[in-house]
């Protein structure tokens, strides 16, 4: 019985689609990248997809505090078979798996032929065996940010109602352009202080994006300024599970329910870690 139990687990694993990959960016640093990656991968947890959460940000990564987990691995020990994928992977609230991951990326630019594809196919299980992938980036418009974001299915540019903020998500959709990024973007407004001014901003965006970059970029939704955010943070909680019935929880969920509409629309069939080693080695 177990053995036939097994098998139809293998045949169930054999048909699943790769999982879709979601890149969260915003060329400015601060706008809150890192608190909505850890809050959507806790909302679609919790909605019982399988989610990976994936923190790229090579030097100032702090999806660990967040999360209150501390991780002294890497991708770098897969890389030099110190150790498996799983061994480096947390669990979070909800079950999500959690990886620090990038530095080894950055670092590891002159790997042979033989550790890029154990790299490659390491992190390739990771696709096939969840639903969704999110990847916090770092802040700015580098070469690690942008090829992350490219070899994503659907990239979240994140702003705030700041004139810079704006003026680099718009630099961050032209980059995405104008390297022919196929798949979706979408913009979010945070710490806006008000939901109608936040999807103004996000219209005005979307607008020149339209005229100027002739790209579709649909709005997500909007976050307010709330202190709550920031408490949560220090108590290395994520909002959603610190404050439940607050409306920034309510935003949240709504904006996790839009994305996950994208999750079933579109597989990343070609391998999102294969072209993220591609773009890197
Ligand atoms: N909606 C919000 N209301 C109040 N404070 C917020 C909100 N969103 C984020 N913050 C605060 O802004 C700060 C930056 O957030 P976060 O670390 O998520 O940004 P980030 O874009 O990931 O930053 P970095 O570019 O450094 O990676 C944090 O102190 C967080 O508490
Ligand atoms: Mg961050």
């Not at 061994?87 to 990326?105: Q, R, V």
């Not at 001014?197 to 709330?226: E, H, S, Y």
Request: net charge positive; proline share 2%.
């Amino acid at each position: 019985m177990r053995n036939e139990a097994l098998h139809l687990r293998q045949m169930m694993e054999a048909c699943r689609r790769p999982a879709n990959v979601l890149a969260i960016t915003s060329g400015k640093g601060g706008v809150g990248k890192s608190n909505i990656s850890a809050n959507l991968a806790v909302c679609l947890a919790a909605a019982r997809k399988k989610v990976v959460l994936f923190d790229a940000d090579m030097s100032l990564g702090n999806l660990d505090v967040i999360m209150n987990v501390s991780s002294k691995y890497n991708i770098s020990h897969v890389l030099n078979g110190q150790k498996s994928i799983e061994e480096i992977t947390h669990i979070g609230p909800e079950g999500l798996e959690m990886i620090c991951g990038a530095s080894g990326l950055e670092r590891l630019a002159d790997i042979n032929e033989f550790q890029r594809q154990r790299l490659t196919q390491e992190l390739s299980k990771l696709q096939s065996q969840s639903d969704a992938i999110i990847i916090d980036t770092a802040a700015g418009i580098s070469r690690s940010v942008v090829g992350f974001c490219l070899a994503s299915d659907h990239v979240l540019v994140v702003t705030t109602p700041e004139a810079t903020a704006i003026t680099d998500a718009y630099a961050m959709i032209k980059v995405l352009v104008g390297n022919r990024f196929g798949g979706r973007i979408s913009l979010v407004v945070n710490m806006a202080e008000s939901i109608a001014t936040g999807k103004r901003i996000c219209r005005q965006i979307g607008g020149v994006a339209k005229r100027f970059l002739n790209a579709d970029v649909d709005c997500a939704g909007v976050l307010v300024r709330d202190e709550r955010l920031r408490r949560a943070v220090s108590m290395r909680k994520p909002v959603v599970l610190a404050y439940p019935r607050s409306q920034i929880t309510s935003s949240i969920v709504a904006l996790a329910a839009k994305l996950s509409d994208g999750l079933a629309a579109r597989p990343n069939d070609e391998g999102f870690f294969r072209k993220v080693v591609d773009w890197f080695f």
